[in-house]
């Protein structure tokens, strides 16, 4: 069937033949999670660990097979020093459980007192339920130990597989870049390798961005959190930063977990409207200010592709999914731009409004001028 046969077929056909693709891609992806995942993190990370490899390797004249090693070890090693401080303000918090205890039961009175004033029941009836459920919740205890051991022992195999293939992503860039222009016509070899590095470039400069992003964001919500009293700066000030890298809802998530261990340990209770206060601002300097300085890049993704893409991560992923959406997405723009064919996926992807105005500008000088 030639091309010309192909472009004859009826609408209907051609729409169950996409929609059938997009199942099969998507059943496929979900499926192949244990291996697609850490590989495309392993990609990214072997991106931005290529010019520190380099660097070991024409400056310091070491093997490649030693550069990309070092190279990984001090990834690995800035990764444990972050866990480490995470835990060790974690394990400090222990101290604080009878406070929260006293602080939870105060609240569940209140709580009490509110439900059987506006929705007219008895404090009675409200602890046969409540009993109810944390004698469900206790009798599947087991089985929520369980699940979290099985986690935990799944996250240290996905970290060691990541780190694993992240090593000889770095060991055979060169026999990769040879296969991947390889694979396509002679014609379109000079294509492929520009889309390839340009990928290279924008995916390296977005995680550069993303981690000086973030380390602005930590220690500015960390210092504001010291210098208001709350417990824990350091911890909520990580978490912040951590958590804002996941687009509008990863900041939300890191209020609700500010709040909620404030409220836990703090003795006057108008700290959490300062807590909330200072993370809502800093949403609007990060979004307003540092984002599109820092991490603006020539791919730009606007917001609705955005939110979809974190969403379908997180159904398809999980939190995994949640953290690839965006470099995925950055790529998918960056192929659909650069092909004919797919110039119109990737004008639905991006942020044209900014430079349809920018055009705009350029046509009204010209008018002026003439």
Known sequence: M??????????YVKLACVLFSLFSIGYLVIISKEILCPLIFS??????LLPLASFFECKLKLPKSVASFLSVILLLA??????????????????DWPQFQSQLGKSVDNLQDWIATT???????????????TTKIMASGTTVVGTTILSLSSVLLFLVFTFIYTFF???????????????????????VHDIIEEVQYIIRKYIIGLMIEMAIV????SLVFW???IKYAILLGLITGIFNVIPYIGIL???????????????????????????VITHLIDSNILLPVIVGSKVRINALITVLGVIIGEMIWGISGMFLSIPVIAVLKIIFDRVESLKSWGIILGDEEKKQNKLAKKFKRKVVSA
């Open 2 to 11: 030639d091309i010309k046969s192909l472009t004859a077929l009826p609408f």
């Open 43 to 48: 990609c990214l990370f072997s991106i931005l």
């Open 78 to 95: 800035s990764i444990g020093l972050i866990v480490y401080i995470i835990g060790s303000e974690i394990s400090d918090m222990a101290d």
């Open 119 to 133: 929705f007219h029941i008895n404090a009675h009836k409200q602890l046969k339920y409540v009993h109810s459920a």
């Open 169 to 191: 992503f770095l060991l055979y860039r060169s026999l990769i870049m040879v296969f991947l222009e390889s694979v396509f016509l002679a014609e379109n070899k000079k294509l």
């Open 218 to 221: 930590s220690t500015g919500v």
């Open 227 to 229: 210098i208001l009293g």
């Open 253 to 279: 998530t890191a209020l609700i977990i500010s709040s909620v261990i404030t409220f836990a340990t703090a003795t006057i209770a108008s700290k959490v409207i300062l807590v909330i206060i200072t993370v």
